[in-house]
Each structure stands twice: as C-alpha cells, then as structure tokens.
C-alpha cells in the first residue's frame, strides 16, 4: 500500500491537501480524506486475509 499525498490551491488561494490510497490488489486509487478510512481499510484487509477471501474494494 502506499499513500500518495499532494496539495495545491482553490480558486481563492485556500491550501487543499489530497490523499489517495494504492494498493497492489486494487488499481482504482481510494480517495482518503481522514485518518480513520485508512484505519477501516486495513481493518477490511486483516478479516479478508484472516477468512482467506478476497479483499472487498472500498469504492
């Protein structure tokens, strides 16, 4: 998994800050925007993994 970061500017010149996570069973990028979807994922993956199931697509 990796989480990509980048940020830029609205029209008015407010800071936006973007996150995207990427894993490599699932090439659609998931839109984070807190840190407890990130948490909720990985929670995701650990059951999937633990059952031996496919891992379900947060999007």
Avoid: K, W
Wanted: with cysteine; glycine share 6%.
């Amino acid at each position: 998994m990796v989480l990509h970061y980048c940020s830029d500017e609205d029209e008015h010149g407010i800071p936006r800050h973007r996150f995207t996570l990427l894993t490599g069973d699932d090439p659609t990028p998931v839109p984070i925007t807190n840190v407890g979807q990130i948490h909720e994922d990985l929670a995701r993956r650990a059951v999937a993994l633990t059952a031996g199931t496919e891992v379900p697509s947060a999007v």
